[in-house]
């Protein structure tokens, strides 16, 4: 069985896409650790992309992505305001600092391949190094970008993940899950917490849990504060800075603590609470559309649902029954809302190339409605109930991106995935889970089969829907 963290799901990255972005970072700094000594040996290096990550690799900063991942940079700590120098000066000389200390002669336009007619059967994110060594030999890895950031190869477990320990509570299944709050009479965020005590001390989860909302936090609120038009050629015009300035008009703030004050001393009422739900989704995907520090929940794609719920219930606090410190419920609502992830990754996939966009904003979707209902005072079985609600109403959403670009219609589709898990939430409070007719786990099966039936036209390749019926070449763009 395998073992997931609560940091295998929320993982600090740089956007636009998990699966196209930080997938082939990670790809690319796995294969500098396979090359080891080597490193110093390459003479040559080409890549070439496979399937969805040849048709949108463009769009999505895949090359990019690979640039950086090849010159040893750290995905977590890069500082993103680097990146377009970083990118120009290898594009300019055409060469490539290996590892950081070996340079090579290396041309994106002609050693990065995108073979848009070729898919390799393991999965549709396929990507291939092939180095030549001073001795005339060549090192050939294949990888395979499965969604969330996590990469694999083919018939190998992915890397980067927590692996196989023995956890106290396994958990395969909501069905697993559920047995266990039983046993123990421990909420969802109870036994997650027990089990990641495998990994590291409580104290050691806590600060990396916080430091996860702490970026995503950071991220909204940068994008709460940035205006113009996103980068990639659809000349897409930030908005969230525009709502964030109509809402709070002349409110006098600065810095982050005093603008979420603001937010609740500025207005009341449904549509207020709506317009910045919406507000909170839009402003972390359009960072990650610009290439910002976001977090994986599950996705890049769809990072915006989880904070964006977070951020509703930490500000509005409606529906709050608990004087419980803020960094609790933080902790409690991540914990759940990442083991609903790791049944979806194990059952399923979280990758919009496997299932389109039901696998990204449905299973976020889900993630946040059932943290929501935990931190509201619901029951483990209200959790679950909360969650299947969620992605039983993104069943079949497919992932056609306009150019191949993370913006049209991803950035939107993040507020209604927020919108949708406050309303599956308040729907599994006010029900008894007894009285069901759906288990969470069904959906996870029904999502997985959906997934299958699905035409590849319709899985992250803007080979159908919205990308072909709005024509923006990727040349355009």
Known sequence: MESLSVLDMFKIGVGPSSSH???????????????????????????????????????????????LGLSGEDPVSFDVDAIRPTIKSIRDNKQLLLDASHRIDFDPEHHIRFLKDEMLPFHPNGLEFCATLSDGSQRNEIYFSIGGGFVA????????????????????????????????????????????????????????????????????????????????????????SLINKRLLESADYEDYSGWR??????????????????????????????????????????AGVIPAVLQYLLVFREGLNTDAPEEDLILRFLYTASEIGCIFKKRATISAAMGGCQAEIGVSSAMAAAGLTECRGGTAEQCLMAAEIAMEHH???TCDPIGGLVQVPCIERNTMGAIKAITASQLALHSDPASAKVSLDVVVKTMWETAQDMSSRYKETSDGGLAVNIPISLSEC
């Open 21 to 67: 972005t930080l997938g082939p970072w990670n790809a690319a700094t796995r294969f500098l650790e396979t090359l080891g000594n080597e490193v110093d040996a390459v003479r040559a290096l080409q890549i070439k992309l496979y399937g969805s990550l040849a048709k949108t690799g463009a769009g999505h900063g895949t090359d990019i992505a690979l640039m």
């Open 261 to 302: 004050q603001a937010i609740r001393d500025n207005g009341s009422g449904f549509a207020y609470t709506l317009d910045w739900v919406s507000c909170f989704a839009l402003a972390v995907n359009e960072q990650n559309a610009a290439f910002g520090r976001v977090v994986t929940a599950p996705t890049n794609g769809a």
């Open 395 to 397: 069943l079949g959403m």
């Open 153 to 240: 190869q083919e018939n190998q477990s992915p890397n980067k993940t927590s692996g196989s320990v023995i956890l106290p509570y396994p958990i395969e299944s909501a069905l697993d899950l559920s047995r266990w709050c039983k046993q123990t009479s421990l909420p969802i965020s109870g036994v997650v917490a027990i089990n990641e005590n495998t990994w590291r001390s409580e104290s050691e989860t806590r600060a990396a849990v916080l430091k996860i909302w702490e970026v995503m936090s950071q991220c909204m609120y940068i994008g709460c504060h940035t205006d113009g038009i996103l980068p990639g050629g659809l000349k897409v015009m930030r908005r969230a």
